[in-house]
């Protein structure tokens, strides 16, 4: 039976304080709040979506929530008011008339003061109910540094020395218009532990340029979706635990080399990385919108589809790395004149890493394709059919 997927867009904005618009901003104090609103798009809901609920818990703290009724409210928004700055859990349920899930999804977030951020939320169907949704979840603000970033890794099929790209941000031709050199990669400096932004990047802050995908099969952007527990040196070098929290940011950190080189996880703790997710179309059109920060490596990405197992998609993370790159996703277009599985370019605009440096790390709830060659997913906007899963 085909999946049906709906886009139910909603934009969150947590503001610190309760001044008017054109007071002035204090700095934050122990008792620091914020403001979580979501805009719910009425007309793009599933007709058997009727109440929205969100939820956000935190240890020793009260739960804040609060629900509306898409046919009856005559607002679009939905308030979570007097929030403690700080990491909360929030979680958002979609119901029916009877006031049955139908879907859910959740995730962590940071409140800080006088700032706003990006996170992703994606809501599934509950077992038993019927179709797919998929909610994109954008916390609005145009600060750089202010938006959490997404954690992706890139291979030498989207950056690499000798790989087409657009300066100007228009379309790949199979004669460029541009190549990226040796220099504009670091590919003179390339190391196992090398995390310097990458040369183009760094010198290029602003710019908005088109880069590859690469292929189905040959994928050349990944989300990982279990940080595991060897990435920081006190757990053993074979164990695969998926963190959460802060050690999993932790982990996040020592793997981008945000905590110096020598927390950088050695060659051995970067075989079988667990639910190493590739992007086809469909992730790669969820990414629209969002902040990447990428681990750039000089070389293929090798994946395993050990399906039904621990491991999942995994791979394999040994090997040389260009450095590190941050920038926003804007467009994703079919690649047309090249070959029949070539997967989407994706127009970015680069964004200065270092602004990131201090940043918590989101992890992209990405599709899990079936196979190396199914779903050959390379049409944008992407299409759900053939995908193992479109995520957990």
């Not at 540094?145 to 941000?169: H, K």
């Not at 990669?185 to 532990?193: A, F, G, L, Q, Y």
């Not at 990982?224 to 040196?233: D, H, L, M, T, V």
Request: glycine fraction near 10%; include cysteine.
């Amino acid at each position: 039976m085909k999946k049906l997927l709906i886009s139910l867009l909603f934009t969150v904005f947590i503001l610190s304080g309760c001044g008017e618009e054109n007071s002035v901003i204090l700095p934050p104090t122990d008792n620091s709040t914020g403001k979580l609103v979501l805009k719910i798009d009425k007309h793009n809901a599933p007709a058997s979506v009727v109440f929205v609920e969100a939820s956000l818990t935190r240890d020793g703290f009260q739960p804040i929530s609060s629900e509306m009724n898409l046919l009856s409210d005559s607002t679009a928004n939905l308030n979570l008011e007097n929030i403690p700055t700080g990491l909360w859990h929030l979680k958002v349920n979609a119901k029916n008339q009877s006031g049955v899930v139908e879907f859910t999804g959740e995730t962590d977030v940071n409140v800080l003061a006088n700032t706003v951020i990006d996170v992703n939320l994606t809501l599934y169907p509950i077992p038993g109910s019927t179709g797919g949704i998929q909610l994109l979840v954008s916390w609005g603000g145009s600060g750089g540094g202010s938006e959490q970033p997404i954690f992706l890794i890139i291979d030498e099929d989207a950056l690499d020395n000798g790989l087409q790209f657009n300066i100007a941000g228009g379309g790949i031709i199979p004669g460029g218009p541009q190549y990226f050199s040796d220099w504009d990669v670091n590919d003179d400096i390339s190391s196992e532990t090398q995390r310097s932004v990458l040369r183009y990047f760094q010198s290029h802050i602003g710019s908005t340029i088109t880069i590859q995908s690469g292929e189905t099969g040959d994928e050349g952007w990944f989300a990982p979706n279990c940080i595991p527990a060897k990435w920081i040196s006190s757990y053993s070098n074979m164990d695969n635990t998926c963190l959460t929290g802060s050690e999993q940011q932790l982990a996040i950190r020592n793997y981008v080399g945000l905590n110096g080189t020598a927390a950088i996880p050695s060659q051995q703790r970067l075989d079988k990385i667990p639910d190493v997710r590739p992007l086809r179309a469909l992730g790669l059109n969820r990414l629209i919108g969002k902040v990447v920060y990428a681990v750039v490596y000089d070389s293929d990405l090798s994946i395993n589809y050990d399906l039904g197992t621990p491991l999942g998609v995994n791979g394999n993370l040994q090997g040389e790395i260009l450095g590190v790159v941050a920038f926003r996703v804007n467009e994703v277009r079919t690649l047309n004149n090249f070959s029949s599985s070539t997967l989407p370019e994706v127009q970015i605009t680069i964004l200065d890493a270092a602004s990131y440096s201090n940043s918590n790390f989101m992890l992209l709830s990405a599709p899990v394709p079936a196979s190396s060659s199914v779903p050959n997913d390379r049409i944008a906007p992407g299409s759900p059919d053939g995908y193992y899963s479109l995520g957990n």
